[in-house]
């Protein structure tokens, strides 16, 4: 869980990961994702403000 979704997934992107797809909103959050050095998809939430 993140408080900055870009700001996260930009700052992962500056250290070398590479990110897999777009970010994507729901009403309970955005989601993000990127590839780690293992090759693990890892996914990043920012919840909305209505939790």
Do not use: C, Q
């Not at 997934?9 to 990127?34: D, N």
């Amino acid at each position: 869980m993140v408080d900055d979704l870009d700001g996260a997934l930009r700052h992962v992107a500056e250290a070398g990961a590479e990110l897999a797809g777009e970010p994507e909103s729901f009403s309970y959050g955005r989601f993000g994702w990127f590839i780690d050095p293992d090759g693990n998809k890892v996914e990043l939430w920012e919840p909305s403000g209505t939790i």
